[in-house]
């Protein structure tokens, strides 16, 4: 399979993301479509060129990082496109924004003497909910004045955002939500076709780590609690925020 490794990756998460932009992912990672230009739409707000126009808005990018820029005593960080943990030659190729380099060029600018503002410039649909609950924590704790500037910040992006001292959002912004909607996908008939076969152990003391989520009897409901998928498996998408 031409994305093996990635495909295994991106099954291990746990994601918060809106539906068409973790499907379109999905979709391509498994060989049922291309991405192309139309496709730009789903994971941003803005077109290319109205950020392209807008980039001197946000002072000089700084050397060997990937989303920091400075103007004056503010220093910007761009969080463009499908939020993922680490930085991979295929997020790099698919311009997604990683986690730990959020992290770091944030940590960066909370370090410089020279600034005083810290703004964030939101044009994302969310993304893998790992490492997000750590990033907005750091931010929260920041001396700095920190801003969130929102063209669309959706799902895991609007969580890191909300840690943000103040989120300004234009008229036709979109952001949120809070809420979430669990989405179990059953690929065992694609499997078969591709000669992939799963075996489960699981021990006897535990049985219900395997619920049936088809059955009435076994499908989770707003009264329960799941702190993860509730299949478990990787071959099924973990819950999706809308």
């Known amino acids: 399979m031409k994305y093996l490794r990635i495909i295994e990756e991106f099954q291990r998460h746990r994601w918060a993301m809106t539906r068409e932009s973790l499907e379109t992912v999905r979709d391509f990672l498994y060989g049922e479509h291309e991405l192309g230009p139309s496709d730009y739409e789903l994971f941003h707000s803005l077109s290319n060129d109205a950020r392209l126009e ?12 990937s989303y920091t820029s400075i103007k004056g005593d503010t ?8 939020i993922i943990p680490r930085a991979t030659m295929f997020s790099d190729m698919s311009g997604m924004v990683s986690i730990d380099r959020l992290t770091s060029e944030f940590k960066a600018l909370e370090a410089n003497p020279k600034i005083e503002n810290i703004v964030a ?8 909910v790992i490492g997000v609950s750590d990033f907005a924590s750091t931010v929260r704790a920041s001396n700095k004045n920190t801003f969130a500037f929102t063209w669309s910040a959706a799902s895991a992006a609007y969580w890191i955002a909300s840690a943000f001292g103040t989120i300004v959002a234009p ?14 996908v059953d690929t065992r008939k694609q499997d078969e076709k591709r000669g992939i076969e799963y075996v489960e152990i699981v021990s ?14 076994d499908a989770p409901s707003t009264s329960k609690r799941w702190t993860s998928c509730p299949t478990c498996s990787s071959r099924r998408l973990p819950a999706i925020a809308e």
Do not use: C, H, W, Y
């Open 171 to 184: 008229d036709t912004g979109m952001d949120g939500s809070i809420g979430t909607v669990a989405i179990i």
């Open 121 to 128: 410039l939101f044009d994302s649909p969310g993304g893998s």
């Open 75 to 82: 220093g910007f960080l761009r969080v463009f496109g499908p």
């Open 54 to 65: 807008m980039a001197d808005s946000f002072g000089s990018p700084v050397a060997d990082s």
């Open 204 to 217: 006897a003391q535990s049985p219900n780590k395997r619920p049936d989520v088809r059955t009435d009897e």
